[in-house]
């Protein structure tokens, strides 16, 4: 059995499983009561009391000279490199307290020429398997000569951060020190702190090299054409890029470079929350032997899993390797995206369907990221609530959003994208009086848009929002292309895009400073 020294980085537990199979590490979670086999053959396990990500406790190290290129705010919260220290020793004496541990080595990044070695050192087997499935599997000859990596993820999450520290506002901590090339997660066994820590790191050396990281899915169509997708969480992203008629790329991480796009990982991580076999046949077989599902509910007796039970978290989550998708395209790079399409679920049910965007318009709602969320409880339906995260990815970003949206628009003019604004929410009226809207109607416009049609289409533009709408699109009804058309109340239709574009204006003034007056002006007219 494989093992390492890892005694460079102070580790001296000697015995330090290095990239094991993943029927071995199925083997120790059960005999280390890490997780149970359900009916699927996937391995289930829990991550504790956190369920999902802790943005709130992500710190980045202030040191020269990444200080002078990260977007300090509430996104890159500021630590001393003393801290950092800190917490790395306190990670460093808990994993030597254990009498094994997992090494897993991999890759980010399909293309050579952009991509880094990336080490997972953790105390879980099913963290080393749910990395083994998310970073590039590396062959043995790459092994072999892997050397040295150039960043170190130390996952120590069974052991809390020290509150009583100055800059620790909780016993949760996820930091990253990118002089020193390490980052070292305490207080939490969230399976995806890892995944979305490394896509955090390429966030920012990609830039650098001047090429675009993206948190967006990928697909290419028979022709070699390719498209992106970008959405926030509920959006369908995920689901509108597992085209049985088009091969995957990849689901959530990728990169455009001077040569075409590459996948960032070498693995998906689908959301499981109501997931059937009927809707998202794809990602539903995907579960099988060597996936990792993160806090599902099963029957104890048949082992099958409840996908619709929340509660333990809506955040029901599965690990697989990318080649478990049966058309995913190996090795997972592209050409130019002929298509980059934003996708928004608009529950105020205002927003058109499908839109061409303008390359400023492109810059405008890439950086402003929108999408809503529905707020409904249990004393009632109450307005849908807007959600802006710029570049539809702000937690993982590293640099100003300015510097990704002028990457994307520099692509979008020398490569002939088209942009689109897809909005797969509401129609007839925002949540609670409209509908959702199809998703075999939000399928059609993405054929359209794929076969070119949608790109000649005449159009109108929104009196309010000033997005060309096109006046037809094969296979969707007429009348629901124009919104306020669906509205019996036309009234409510104008007071609620006026609210929603006054909420986009508001939330942009925080990159109007760094925005030119074309890009400005993109935006909805108020």
């Given at each position: 059995?494989?093992?390492?020294?890892?005694?460079?980085?102070?580790?001296r537990?000697?015995?330090?499983?290095?990239?094991?199979?993943?029927?071995?590490?199925?083997?120790?979670?059960?005999?280390?009561?890490?997780g149970?086999?359900?009916?699927?053959?996937?391995?289930?396990?829990?991550?504790?009391?956190?369920?999902?990500?802790?943005?709130?406790?992500?710190?980045?190290?202030?040191?020269?000279?990444?200080?002078?290129d990260?977007?300090?705010?509430?996104?890159?919260?500021?630590?001393?490199?003393?801290?950092?220290?800190?917490?790395?020793?306190?990670?460093?004496?808990?994993?030597?307290?254990?009498?094994?541990?997992?090494?897993?080595?991999?890759?980010?990044?399909?293309?050579?020429?952009?991509?880094?070695?990336?080490?997972?050192?953790?105390?879980?087997?099913?963290?080393?398997?749910?990395?083994?499935?998310?970073?590039?599997?590396?062959?043995?000859?790459?092994?072999?000569h892997?050397?040295?990596?150039?960043?170190?993820?130390?996952?120590?999450?069974?052991f809390?951060?020290?509150?009583?520290?100055?800059?620790?506002?909780?016993?949760?901590?996820?930091?990253?020190?990118?002089?020193?090339?390490?980052?070292?997660?305490?207080?939490?066994?969230?399976?995806?702190?890892?995944?979305?820590?490394?896509?955090?790191?390429?966030?920012?050396?990609?830039?650098?090299?001047?090429?675009?990281?993206?948190?967006?899915?990928?697909?290419?169509?028979?022709?070699?054409?390719?498209?992106?997708?970008?959405?926030l969480?509920?959006?369908?992203?995920?689901?509108l890029?597992?085209?049985?008629?088009?091969?995957?790329?990849?689901?959530?991480?990728?990169?455009?470079?001077?040569?075409?796009?590459?996948?960032?990982?070498?693995?998906?991580y689908?959301?499981?929350?109501?997931?059937?076999?009927?809707?998202?046949?794809?990602?539903?077989?995907a579960?099988?032997?060597?996936?990792?599902?993160?806090?599902?509910?099963?029957?104890?007796?048949?082992?099958?899993v409840?996908?619709?039970?929340?509660?333990?978290?809506?955040?029901?989550?599965?690990?697989?390797?990318?080649?478990?998708?049966?058309?995913?395209?190996?090795?997972?790079v592209?050409?130019?995206?002929?298509?980059?399409?934003?996708?928004?679920?608009?529950?105020?049910?205002v927003?058109?369907?499908?839109?061409?965007?303008?390359?400023?318009?492109?810059?405008?709602?890439?950086?402003?990221?929108?999408?809503?969320?529905?707020?409904?409880?249990?004393?009632?339906?109450?307005?849908?609530?807007?959600?802006?995260?710029?570049?539809?990815?702000?937690?993982?970003?590293?640099?100003?959003?300015?510097?990704?949206?002028?990457?994307?628009?520099?692509?979008?003019?020398?490569?002939g994208?088209?942009?689109?604004?897809?909005?797969?929410?509401?129609?007839?009226?925002?949540?609670?009086?409209?509908k959702?809207?199809?998703?075999?109607?939000?399928?059609?416009?993405?054929?359209?848009?794929h076969?070119?049609?949608?790109?000649?289409?005449?159009?109108?533009?929104?009196?309010?929002?000033?997005?060309?709408?096109?006046?037809?699109?094969?296979?969707?009804?007429?009348?629901?292309?124009?919104?306020?058309?669906t509205?019996?109340?036309?009234?409510?239709?104008d007071?609620?895009?006026?609210?929603?574009?006054?909420?986009?204006?508001?939330?942009?003034?925080?990159?109007?400073?760094?925005?030119?007056?074309?890009?400005?002006?993109?935006?909805?007219?108020?």
């Open positions: 059995m494989p093992t390492i020294d890892l005694s460079a980085y102070g580790i537990v000697p015995n330090v499983l290095r990239n094991p199979a993943p029927a071995l590490l199925y083997d120790l979670a059960l005999k280390r009561n890490e149970e086999i359900v009916d699927s053959g996937a391995l289930a396990s829990r991550s504790g009391a956190k369920t999902g990500r802790s943005p709130k406790d992500k710190r980045v190290v202030d040191a020269e000279p990444s200080n002078k990260v977007w300090w705010g509430d996104v890159n919260v500021k630590l001393s490199d003393r801290q950092f220290l800190v917490n790395r020793q306190r990670a460093i004496d808990f994993l030597n307290t254990r009498d094994q541990l997992y090494c897993v080595d991999g890759f980010a990044g399909w293309d050579p020429k952009y991509r880094i070695k990336v080490r997972i050192v953790c105390l879980n087997a099913y963290h080393a398997l749910f990395m083994h499935n998310m970073l590039i599997r590396p062959t043995r000859a790459d092994l072999a892997f050397g040295t990596p150039d960043y170190v993820i130390f996952n120590a999450g069974l809390p951060a020290n509150v009583q520290s100055l800059e620790m506002t909780s016993p949760t901590s996820v930091s990253l020190s990118f002089e020193r090339g390490e980052f070292v997660i305490l207080g939490t066994q969230y399976a995806g702190e890892m995944k979305k820590g490394v896509f955090t790191i390429m966030n920012y050396l990609m830039p650098r090299k001047g090429v675009l990281s993206m948190h967006c899915s990928a697909n290419e169509g028979k022709n070699g054409d390719v498209s992106l997708f970008f959405g969480s509920g959006t369908g992203k995920t689901t890029s597992a085209d049985p008629r088009r091969a995957l790329i990849g689901d959530d991480e990728h990169c455009w470079s001077d040569d075409g796009i590459f996948n960032i990982e070498g693995g998906c689908a959301k499981c929350i109501n997931l059937s076999r009927e809707n998202e046949p794809e990602i539903y077989d579960i099988r032997f060597g996936s990792v599902l993160e806090n599902v509910v099963y029957d104890q007796h048949s082992r099958v409840d996908f619709a039970n929340q509660s333990i978290t809506e955040n029901t989550r599965c690990s697989y390797p990318v080649e478990y998708i049966p058309n995913a395209k190996i090795p997972c592209g050409k130019h995206p002929k298509n980059v399409i934003f996708l928004t679920c608009d529950a105020y049910g927003l058109p369907p499908v839109s061409k965007l303008t390359p400023e318009q492109a810059m405008y709602h890439f950086i402003s990221g929108y999408t809503a969320k529905v707020a409904g409880t249990e004393m009632g339906v109450k307005d849908p609530e807007a959600t802006f995260s710029a570049c539809f990815g702000a937690a993982f970003m590293v640099w100003h959003p300015t510097k990704y949206a002028e990457l994307l628009a520099d692509k979008i003019a020398r490569h994208s088209h942009a689109w604004l897809v909005n797969t929410g509401w129609t007839g009226g925002g949540f609670g009086i409209g959702r809207m199809s998703i075999k109607h939000t399928r059609a416009i993405l054929d359209a848009i076969e070119g049609s949608l790109v000649r289409a005449q159009c109108s533009v929104d009196p309010v929002f000033g997005l060309h709408v096109p006046h037809t699109c094969h296979h969707v009804p007429g009348e629901i292309l124009d919104p306020k058309n509205w019996a109340d036309k009234a409510a239709y007071q609620k895009a006026k609210h929603l574009a006054a909420l986009f204006v508001k939330n942009f003034g925080k990159y109007a400073d760094r925005a030119s007056e074309k890009i400005r002006s993109a935006g909805p007219r108020v």
